[in-house]
C-alpha cells in the first residue's frame, strides 16, 4: 500500500531544526517509542509499542537510510517485527523544504503489512498512519511554538515536490532519528 | 408454495418432529466444548506464522517463559523430537501416469519452514487465557522469508515450494475416455465454451473450534474433547498416524458441536499439539479459537479454475463434455483435501444428462494458503457449477429455452440404474418431475411478465437454472479404498433396550446441526414401535461408542441411519426367539409389528418391553439364547445415493448500484424418502443461504505477498437473513433402491444446486456470459458499465 502527505509547520526551518536535534523532543512525539539505538550512520534500531485497532504490540524495528542528499531528503527502509501481531516493511521518502518562513515537509511511504495486522488490520492501517502522522507533527509544531499547529493539507504525489538548497549542519544525523520516528510512526500504521 | 410443517405430536418415519436438541440450544443450555472445564486446567494459545513462507531459524521463549503465568511454550521442533508424526492426508490419489500424488510433509506444528500465514510453529500454555496471550505475544521466532507462491493461475509454473514436488503439483488426475471424447468434439455441430473460477470460501461455523486435552498420569489415558465431526477417525490417525498416544488409551469426545459444514472433519494441529502438551505438562488444557483464527487456519473450500467445453449434435443433444480443473490444495493435503478436487468432482460431472463422453482432468496444485479441504457439498458443487453454468450457455447460444435444452438431454427414469462415463452407477432417479415442478411453483410461464415489471422499475430481472445431481451416503467400502481411500465408509450402530424398556441408542455418526438426536429417534421409534420419548440418541464419544465414520458428504441417514436399522432388525430377530419361547411356540411363529410380539393364530402377545425386561432377568428364558437386550451392526452401503433436484434463481439487478438482490429460490429436490421434512427443509434453507454466500458475497482473498486480506468478518461478507428471500422448497421421491430406509441425504444439496443458479440468473439478468463469483456490486457494476 501506498501512502504520501505533506505538513506545514509554523516554524522557521532552523528551530524545526534544533528541534529536530533534541531528543526528548523526539522521543515525546512519538507516541509508544521506547528506544531509539543507533547502531552505525545507516542503521538504527526502534522499538515502538503500537496499536492499530484491535492489535497491539511492541514492534523492534530494523531501520536503515539510504541515499542520504543531507539535508534535503533520504530513503528510509525499515522492517518492523510485532511478534504475535505480525509485520511491516517499506519504505519512506522524506523531503523538506522552506516557503516563506515556513517549513514543508512532504513524506511518501510504500509499505506492506503481514499477520494479524493485514488480517484484521488493513481496512484500518490507511487511517491510522495518517492519524500517528498528524499526531507526531501536532505534538512537534506544539513543542515549537505552543500557540501553533501542524497544518496536515491533502496527500499530494511527493515527486512533484521541488528539492531546494539546504544550509548543510552538522546536526544532519538528529534528521535522521527525527525521520526514523516519523517513518515508524507510518510504517508501524501499515 | 412449499409444504406446510407443523409439528402434529406424531414422531413415526415422515411426520415434522421439531428438534428436541434446539431446546438446550436456544435456551444456552448446549454442552459445547467450551463449556467444558477441568480443575487444574491450562489454557493454550498459538503463536501462528505471519509469513506466507519462511524458514524458522530459531524462536526465543525467554520472554515468553518470563510473564507470570506461563507454563511452558512448545514449540513444532520439540513435536517432531518427540516422535509426533505428520497429519496425513487419508486419501491416495494416483496421477494419470499411474504415480501417487507428491504429498508435503506436514508436521502438525511448523517445525522447520511455516508455509502458510496462520501455521502454527508454537504453543504457550498457561494459567490464565490473559497470561497464555501475553507469553504468545513475547515469542519472538526468527523468520527468514522464502519465495511465495500464492496466485493459482500461475502456480504450477512458479519456483518449487517443495523440494521433489515439481511444478507444485500434488498430481494430474484424470477420468474418463479421453480418445473417445476427443472424437466427439471432432464431430460435433456446436461447441460451447466457458472458463469458469469457483470462488474460495472460508467455512465460518458459529462456533469456532476448540479443544481439551487431558492426560491421566495414573492410568496413562488420554481424553480430548473437541470439535470434530468425526471422533472415531479423529481417534484412529492421532493414535495409528501421528502417533499421540495408543487407540485404546485416547478417548476422544465431540461433545455438542456448532456447526461443521465439512471443516471439523479434519484432524487439525491444535488438537493434536493440545494433547500431545497435555501429557507434557501433565495438566488439562483448553484452546478455543478466536475467529480471526478461524479464518487463517480452518481449511477453506472450493477455489477452482476450470475451463469447460461442451460438445453438441445438431439437435443440441449433448455428445461430450471436456473439463481441465485446476484446484487449489492450498500449503498442505488436508484430511480430505485431496479426494474433493477428484473424486468427489470428477465423477459428478454427467450430471443428469446422457453425454456420453466425458474426459476431465484436474491439476492438485500446492499454494502458500491454508489448505483446502471439504466444504459443504464438497467438490459436488464445483462439479455443478461446471455442469450448470455450461449447459445453460450452451442453450443461450442454440437460441433454445434452458429447461427444454435440459429435457431434452436428461435421463430418463426408465433408463435407471444408469452408468455414467465418469464411473457412477445411478440406481434411480426422476429428474424431469423436479424439473417440472420447480417450473411450476416459480411460474416460469409469468417470468417476462415479472422481468418487465422490474424494468419498469430500473432493474433488470432474470432467471437461472440448476439441474444438479450429487453423490451422497459415502461410501461402498470396497471401492473407496480401491480408489484411495484410507479407511472404509461404513458406519456402526447399536441400540440398547434397557431392563425398564427405554432405550439407548449409539452411532457412529455424529450430529453437530444435523438433528440426529431427532430424526434417528424417530427411525428407531418407528422401526421398534417403542415411544420416542423413550429414545435416547447417544454419539460423538469414543469412550461409549464402536468405531465410526461420522458425519459428511449427507452420509448420516443413508448409513448411519440404516446401520440403526440393521441392529433393530437384529433385536425384532433375538426378540422373536424370547417371545416364541415364552409363549411356547417357535420364532417363525411369532411376527412383530408396533412394539407387539404376536403368536400367529392367537389372542397371544407380548411388548418389545415384556421381552426386553425378560432377557435381563431370564427366569424363564431360552437355554441357547444369550441374556441381555442390545444388538449393534455396522452397515456398509451397496452404492452411493443419487440425490438430484432442481433449483431456479429470480435476481434482480439494480442498474445504478450493481447491487444483486436474490428474489426468489425455488428448490426441489429428490431426497428419496423423508423421515422427518421439517428438518430436511431446514438443511435445504441453510445450503441454499451458503450457496447464495458463495455466488454474491463471500470471497476467501489473498493477496500478492500471501497475506489473507479477508481475515474477519469486516472484509468477509457472509450472508443475513435480509439478503435473503422466502425459500420456496418442496420434495419428489423416488427411494434410493440400495438402503432398508429408501433415504439419499439431504445436508449438501441446498449448497450444491443454488450458485450454479444464482450466477445464471445474473447473466440472464445482465446479458452476459460470465462474471465471477461472488457478483458483487462492483463487479456487476463494471460488467454493466463494459457491456452498454
Same mark, same amino acid.
Not at chain 1, 5 to 16: L, Q, T
Not at chain 2, 121 to 144: C, I, M, N, P, R
Not at chain 2, 558 to 574: F, N, P, R, T, Y
Given at each position: 500500500?501506498?501512502?504520501?502527505?505533506?505538513?506545514?509547520?509554523?516554524?522557521?526551518?532552523?528551530?524545526?531544526?534544533?528541534?529536530?536535534?533534541?531528543?526528548?523532543?523526539?522521543?515525546?512525539?512519538?507516541?509508544?517509542?521506547?528506544?531509539?539505538?543507533?547502531?552505525?550512520?545507516?542503521?538504527?534500531?526502534?522499538?515502538?509499542?503500537?496499536?492499530?485497532?484491535?492489535?497491539?504490540?511492541?514492534?523492534?524495528?530494523?531501520?536503515?537510510?539510504?541515499?542520504?542528499?543531507?539535508?534535503?531528503?533520504?530513503?528510509?527502509?525499515?522492517?518492523?517485527?510485532?511478534?504475535?501481531?505480525?509485520?511491516?516493511?517499506?519504505?519512506?521518502?522524506?523531503?523538506?523544504?522552506?516557503?516563506?518562513?515556513?517549513?514543508?515537509?512532504?513524506?511518501?511511504?510504500?509499505?506492506?503489512?503481514?499477520?494479524?495486522?493485514?488480517?484484521?488490520?488493513?481496512?484500518?492501517?490507511?487511517?491510522?498512519?495518517?492519524?500517528?502522522?498528524?499526531?507526531?507533527?501536532?505534538?512537534?509544531?506544539?513543542?515549537?511554538?505552543?500557540?501553533?499547529?501542524?497544518?496536515?493539507?491533502?496527500?499530494?504525489?511527493?515527486?512533484?515536490?521541488?528539492?531546494?538548497?539546504?544550509?548543510?549542519?552538522?546536526?544532519?544525523?538528529?534528521?535522521?532519528?527525527?525521520?526514523?520516528?516519523?517513518?515508524?510512526?507510518?510504517?508501524?500504521?501499515? | 408454495?412449499?409444504?406446510?410443517?407443523?409439528?402434529?405430536?406424531?414422531?413415526?418415519?415422515?411426520?415434522?418432529?421439531?428438534?428436541?436438541?434446539?431446546?438446550?440450544?436456544?435456551?444456552?443450555?448446549?454442552?459445547?466444548?467450551?463449556?467444558?472445564?477441568?480443575?487444574?486446567?491450562?489454557?493454550?494459545?498459538?503463536?501462528?506464522?505471519?509469513?506466507?513462507?519462511?524458514?524458522?531459524?530459531?524462536?526465543?521463549?525467554?520472554?515468553?517463559?518470563?510473564?507470570?503465568?506461563?507454563?511452558?511454550?512448545?514449540?513444532?521442533?520439540?513435536?517432531?523430537?518427540?516422535?509426533?508424526?505428520?497429519?496425513?492426508?487419508?486419501?491416495?490419489?494416483?496421477?494419470?501416469?499411474?504415480?501417487?500424488?507428491?504429498?508435503?510433509?506436514?508436521?502438525?506444528?511448523?517445525?522447520?519452514?511455516?508455509?502458510?500465514?496462520?501455521?502454527?510453529?508454537?504453543?504457550?500454555?498457561?494459567?490464565?487465557?490473559?497470561?497464555?496471550?501475553?507469553?504468545?505475544?513475547?515469542?519472538?521466532?526468527?523468520?527468514?522469508?522464502?519465495?511465495?507462491?500464492?496466485?493459482?493461475?500461475?502456480?504450477?509454473?512458479?519456483?518449487?515450494?517443495?523440494?521433489?514436488?515439481?511444478?507444485?503439483?500434488?498430481?494430474?488426475?484424470?477420468l474418463g475416455d479421453?480418445?473417445?471424447?476427443?472424437?466427439?468434439?471432432?464431430?460435433?455441430?456446436?461447441?460451447?465454451?466457458?472458463?469458469?473460477?469457483?470462488?474460495?470460501?472460508?467455512?465460518?461455523?458459529?462456533?469456532?473450534? #476448540?479443544? @481439551?486435552? =487431558?492426560? %491421566?498420569?495414573?492410568?496413562?489415558?488420554?481424553?480430548?474433547?473437541? +470439535?470434530?465431526? &468425526?471422533? !472415531?477417525?479423529?481417534?484412529?490417525?492421532?493414535?495409528?498416524?501421528?502417533?499421540?498416544?495408543?487407540?485404546?488409551?485416547?478417548?476422544?469426545?465431540?461433545?455438542?458441536?456448532?456447526?461443521?459444514?465439512?471443516?471439523?472433519?479434519?484432524?487439525?494441529?491444535?488438537?493434536?499439539?493440545?494433547?500431545?502438551?497435555?501429557?507434557?505438562?501433565?495438566?488439562?488444557?483448553?484452546?478455543?479459537?478466536?475467529?480471526?483464527?478461524?479464518?487463517?487456519?480452518?481449511?477453506?473450500?472450493?477455489?477452482?479454475?476450470?475451463? #469447460?467445453? @461442451?460438445? =453438441?449434435? %445438431?439437435?443440441?443433444?449433448f455428445?461430450?463434455l471436456?473439463?481441465? +480443473?485446476?484446484? &487449489?490444495? !492450498?500449503?498442505?493435503?488436508?484430511?480430505?483435501?485431496?479426494?474433493?478436487?477428484?473424486?468427489?468432482?470428477g465423477t459428478l460431472l454427467a450430471g443428469q444428462y446422457k453425454t456420453p463422453n466425458i474426459y476431465v482432468?484436474?491439476?492438485?496444485?500446492?499454494?502458500?494458503?491454508?489448505?483446502?479441504?471439504?466444504?459443504?457439498?464438497?467438490?459436488?458443487?464445483?462439479a455443478?457449477?461446471?455442469v450448470?453454468?455450461?449447459?445453460?450457455?450452451?442453450?443461450?447460444?442454440?437460441?433454445?429455452?434452458?429447461?427444454?435444452?435440459?429435457?431434452?438431454? =436428461?435421463i430418463?427414469?426408465?433408463e435407471f440404474p444408469y452408468e455414467t462415463p465418469v464411473a457412477l452407477v445411478y440406481d434411480?432417479g426422476?429428474?424431469?418431475?423436479?424439473?417440472?415442478?420447480?417450473?411450476?411453483?416459480?411460474?416460469?410461464?409469468?417470468?417476462?411478465?415479472?422481468?418487465?415489471?422490474?424494468?419498469?422499475?430500473?432493474?433488470?430481472?432474470?432467471?437461472?437454472?440448476?439441474?444438479?445431481i450429487?453423490a451422497?451416503?459415502?461410501?461402498?467400502?470396497?471401492?473407496?479404498?480401491?480408489?484411495?481411500?484410507?479407511?472404509?465408509?461404513?458406519?456402526?450402530?447399536?441400540?440398547?433396550?434397557?431392563?425398564?424398556?427405554?432405550?439407548?441408542?449409539?452411532?457412529?455418526?455424529?450430529?453437530?446441526?444435523?438433528?440426529?438426536?431427532?430424526?434417528?429417534?424417530?427411525?428407531?421409534?418407528?422401526?421398534?414401535?417403542?415411544?420416542?420419548?423413550?429414545?435416547?440418541?447417544?454419539?460423538?464419544?469414543?469412550?461409549?461408542?464402536?468405531?465410526?465414520?461420522?458425519?459428511?458428504?449427507?452420509?448420516?441417514?443413508?448409513?448411519?441411519?440404516?446401520?440403526?436399522?440393521?441392529?433393530?432388525?437384529?433385536?425384532?430377530?433375538?426378540?422373536?426367539?424370547?417371545?416364541?419361547?415364552?409363549?411356547?411356540?417357535?420364532?417363525?411363529?411369532?411376527?412383530?409389528?408396533?412394539?407387539?410380539?404376536?403368536?400367529?393364530?392367537?389372542?397371544?402377545?407380548?411388548?418389545?418391553?415384556?421381552?426386553?425386561?425378560?432377557?435381563?432377568?431370564?427366569?424363564?428364558?431360552?437355554?441357547?439364547?444369550?441374556?441381555?437386550?442390545?444388538?449393534?451392526?455396522?452397515?456398509?452401503?451397496?452404492n452411493f445415493?443419487y440425490?438430484a433436484?432442481?433449483?431456479?434463481?429470480?435476481?434482480?439487478?439494480?442498474?445504478?448500484?450493481?447491487?444483486?438482490?436474490?428474489?426468489?429460490?425455488?428448490?426441489?429436490?429428490?431426497?428419496?424418502?423423508?423421515?422427518?421434512?421439517?428438518?430436511?427443509?431446514?438443511?435445504?434453507?441453510?445450503?441454499?443461504?451458503?450457496?447464495?454466500?458463495?455466488?454474491?458475497?463471500?470471497?476467501?482473498?489473498?493477496?500478492?505477498?500471501?497475506?489473507?486480506?479477508?481475515?474477519?468478518?469486516?472484509?468477509?461478507?457472509?450472508?443475513?437473513?435480509?439478503?435473503?428471500?422466502?425459500?420456496?422448497?418442496?420434495?419428489?421421491?423416488?427411494?434410493?433402491?440400495?438402503?432398508?430406509?429408501?433415504?439419499?441425504?439431504?445436508?449438501?444439496?441446498?449448497?450444491?444446486?443454488?450458485?450454479?443458479?444464482?450466477?445464471?440468473?445474473?447473466?440472464?439478468?445482465?446479458?452476459?456470459?460470465?462474471?465471477?463469483?461472488?457478483?458483487?456490486?462492483?463487479?456487476?457494476?463494471?460488467?454493466?458499465?463494459?457491456?452498454?
Amino acid at each position: 500500500m501506498e501512502q504520501s502527505g505533506e505538513y506545514r509547520i509554523a516554524a522557521r526551518r532552523e528551530d524545526v531544526w534544533s528541534a529536530l536535534n533534541a531528543p526528548d523532543v523526539l522521543g515525546a512525539c512519538i507516541e509508544g517509542c521506547q528506544r531509539v539505538e543507533k547502531l552505525d550512520d545507516e542503521h538504527f534500531e526502534v522499538a515502538v509499542k503500537a496499536k492499530v485497532g484491535p492489535v497491539s504490540a511492541t514492534f523492534n524495528a530494523a531501520l536503515e537510510l539510504s541515499d542520504i542528499e543531507a539535508p534535503v531528503s533520504y530513503t528510509i527502509n525499515g522492517n518492523a517485527k510485532g511478534g504475535a501481531a505480525g509485520f511491516a516493511k517499506g519504505s519512506a521518502n522524506v523531503h523538506l523544504d522552506e516557503d516563506d518562513g515556513v517549513t514543508v515537509l512532504r513524506y511518501g511511504v510504500k509499505a506492506n503489512v503481514g499477520g494479524k495486522l493485514a488480517q484484521v488490520g488493513s481496512r484500518l492501517v490507511d487511517g491510522a498512519a495518517r492519524k500517528m502522522a498528524d499526531d507526531f507533527f501536532a505534538e512537534f509544531s506544539k513543542r515549537l511554538d505552543p500557540d501553533s499547529v501542524a497544518v496536515a493539507t491533502a496527500a499530494t504525489d511527493t515527486d512533484a515536490a521541488e528539492e531546494r538548497e539546504f544550509e548543510k549542519s552538522g546536526g544532519w544525523l538528529m534528521w535522521v532519528v527525527a525521520f526514523v520516528g516519523l517513518a515508524i510512526a507510518v510504517i508501524l500504521a501499515f | 408454495m412449499s409444504e406446510a410443517l407443523e409439528d402434529t405430536g406424531e414422531t413415526g418415519i415422515g411426520a415434522p418432529v421439531r428438534r428436541r436438541e434446539d431446546l438446550r440450544f436456544i435456551t444456552g443450555n448446549g454442552n459445547y466444548t467450551d463449556d467444558l472445564n477441568q480443575p487444574g486446567q491450562l489454557y493454550a494459545v498459538f503463536c501462528r506464522s505471519p509469513y506466507p513462507r519462511a524458514r524458522i531459524d530459531g524462536i526465543d521463549c525467554d520472554d515468553a517463559l518470563a510473564v507470570p503465568g506461563v507454563v511452558a511454550v512448545y514449540t513444532g521442533q520439540q513435536m517432531v523430537d518427540d516422535g509426533i508424526g505428520d497429519l496425513p492426508c487419508g486419501w491416495m490419489v494416483k496421477s494419470k501416469d499411474g504415480a501417487d500424488m507428491l504429498s508435503s510433509p506436514h508436521p502438525p506444528m511448523a517445525a522447520t519452514v511455516a508455509n502458510y500465514v496462520g501455521e502454527p510453529y508454537a504453543l504457550v500454555v498457561a494459567e490464565s487465557l490473559q497470561a497464555a496471550k501475553q507469553g504468545a505475544e513475547s515469542v519472538y521466532a526468527d523468520f527468514t522469508e522464502l519465495h511465495v507462491v500464492v496466485d493459482l493461475a500461475t502456480a504450477t509454473a512458479s519456483d518449487e515450494i517443495y523440494e521433489g514436488i515439481p511444478n507444485n503439483l500434488a498430481y494430474t488426475w484424470a477420468l474418463g475416455d479421453e480418445d473417445a471424447t476427443r472424437m466427439a468434439f471432432a464431430k460435433a455441430a456446436h461447441v460451447t465454451t466457458m472458463d469458469l473460477t469457483n470462488n474460495r470460501l472460508i467455512p465460518n461455523a458459529i462456533e469456532p473450534r #476448540a479443544c @481439551l486435552g =487431558m492426560f %491421566e498420569s495414573a492410568t496413562g489415558d488420554y481424553t480430548l474433547y473437541t +470439535t470434530s465431526q &468425526n471422533p !472415531g477417525l479423529e481417534r484412529l490417525v492421532l493414535s495409528a498416524f501421528v502417533q499421540v498416544a495408543p487407540e485404546h488409551k485416547l478417548r476422544i469426545v465431540a461433545p455438542d458441536v456448532g456447526g461443521g459444514f465439512g471443516s471439523k472433519i479434519f484432524i487439525y494441529a491444535e488438537e493434536t499439539a493440545v494433547i500431545w502438551a497435555a501429557a507434557k505438562a501433565n495438566r488439562p488444557i483448553k484452546w478455543v479459537a478466536e475467529r480471526s483464527e478461524s479464518f487463517l487456519a480452518d481449511a477453506h473450500g472450493r477455489d477452482h479454475i476450470t475451463h #469447460a467445453e @461442451l460438445a =453438441m449434435d %445438431e439437435m443440441g443433444r449433448f455428445t461430450g463434455l471436456k473439463v481441465q +480443473t485446476t484446484a &487449489n490444495l !492450498g500449503a498442505y493435503l488436508s484430511t480430505f483435501g485431496s479426494s474433493v478436487p477428484t473424486y468427489l468432482y470428477g465423477t459428478l460431472l454427467a450430471g443428469q444428462y446422457k453425454t456420453p463422453n466425458i474426459y476431465v482432468e484436474v491439476q492438485g496444485a500446492y499454494t502458500n494458503t491454508a489448505p483446502v479441504d471439504a466444504y459443504r457439498g464438497a467438490g459436488r458443487p464445483e462439479a455443478t457449477y461446471v455442469v450448470e453454468r455450461i449447459v445453460e450457455q450452451a442453450a443461450r447460444e442454440l437460441g433454445k429455452d434452458p429447461a427444454d435444452l435440459r429435457r431434452m438431454n =436428461m435421463i430418463q427414469p426408465e433408463e435407471f440404474p444408469y452408468e455414467t462415463p465418469v464411473a457412477l452407477v445411478y440406481d434411480t432417479g426422476n429428474y424431469e418431475a423436479s424439473l417440472d415442478k420447480a417450473l411450476d411453483i416459480i411460474d416460469y410461464a409469468g417470468f417476462e411478465a415479472r422481468r418487465a415489471a422490474a424494468a419498469e422499475q430500473g432493474k433488470r430481472r432474470g432467471i437461472g437454472f440448476a439441474c444438479y445431481i450429487e453423490a451422497c451416503g459415502l461410501a461402498p467400502s470396497k471401492l473407496a479404498i480401491e480408489l484411495g481411500a484410507g479407511v472404509g465408509l461404513y458406519e456402526s450402530g447399536e441400540i440398547r433396550v434397557n431392563p425398564t424398556g427405554s432405550v439407548s441408542v449409539f452411532t457412529g455418526s455424529h450430529s453437530h446441526g444435523q438433528g440426529h438426536e431427532t430424526t434417528f429417534a424417530q427411525v428407531v421409534s418407528d422401526k421398534l414401535g417403542i415411544n420416542y420419548d423413550d429414545i435416547d440418541i447417544i454419539h460423538g464419544d469414543t469412550g461409549r461408542m464402536d468405531f465410526g465414520l461420522g458425519t459428511y458428504g449427507s452420509r448420516s441417514l443413508a448409513v448411519g441411519g440404516s446401520a440403526l436399522v440393521a441392529a433393530a432388525d437384529k433385536l425384532i430377530e433375538k426378540g422373536k426367539k424370547i417371545a416364541a419361547h415364552m409363549m411356547q411356540a417357535t420364532p417363525e411363529q411369532v411376527t412383530f409389528e408396533d412394539g407387539q410380539f404376536t403368536l400367529q393364530d392367537s389372542n397371544q402377545s407380548m411388548s418389545i418391553q415384556e421381552v426386553a425386561f425378560a432377557s435381563y432377568v431370564p427366569a424363564d428364558y431360552p437355554e441357547d439364547l444369550e441374556p441381555g437386550f442390545a444388538e449393534k451392526a455396522f452397515y456398509d452401503p451397496n452404492n452411493f445415493t443419487y440425490p438430484a433436484g432442481t433449483h431456479i434463481a429470480e435476481v434482480e439487478v439494480d442498474i445504478e448500484t450493481g447491487v444483486v438482490s436474490l428474489e426468489d429460490f425455488v428448490a426441489v429436490d429428490d431426497f428419496g424418502h423423508i423421515i422427518n421434512p421439517l428438518i430436511v427443509h431446514g438443511q435445504v434453507h441453510g445450503g441454499v443461504a451458503q450457496g447464495a454466500g458463495q455466488a454474491i458475497m463471500e470471497h476467501g482473498i489473498y493477496d500478492e505477498y500471501g497475506q489473507l486480506q479477508t481475515g474477519s468478518m469486516m472484509d468477509y461478507t457472509m450472508p443475513r437473513a435480509d439478503d435473503l428471500p422466502d425459500f420456496k422448497v418442496d420434495t419428489t421421491v423416488t427411494p434410493c433402491t440400495h438402503n432398508p430406509l429408501g433415504v439419499k441425504g439431504c445436508g449438501e444439496a441446498g449448497a450444491i444446486g443454488s450458485p450454479a443458479a444464482i450466477m445464471n440468473a445474473i447473466t440472464h439478468a445482465l446479458g452476459i456470459k460470465d462474471i465471477s463469483m461472488p457478483a458483487t456490486p462492483e463487479k456487476v457494476w463494471r460488467a454493466i458499465g463494459g457491456n452498454s
